[in-house]
């Protein structure tokens, strides 16, 4: 779990990390953030809509400055 971090290089490291381990993220309150299109059929159906494949640092912090 991370709560608390600084924008720009942490979160670059944070998607290259989410690719590697195939994760996927559940920020409280916002979408779910895939590491590539193919896991979205893995999700329950309730996520699979919002949720957003992300790219880059900039992609994290655009999606949490919207919750």
Same mark, same amino acid.
């Given at each position: 779990?991370? /709560?608390q971090? /600084? /924008?720009g290089a942490v979160l670059d490291m944070l998607v290259t990390f989410i690719g590697l381990a195939d994760a996927v993220v559940l920020p409280p309150g916002c979408p779910t953030l895939l590491a590539h299109e193919g896991q979205r059929c893995h999700l329950p159906?309730?996520?699979r809509a919002?949720?957003?494949v992300i790219r880059s640092g900039a992609d994290v912090e655009r999606v949490l400055?919207?919750?």
């Open positions: 779990m991370i /709560s971090f /600084s /924008s159906e309730e996520l919002a949720a957003l400055s919207n919750c």
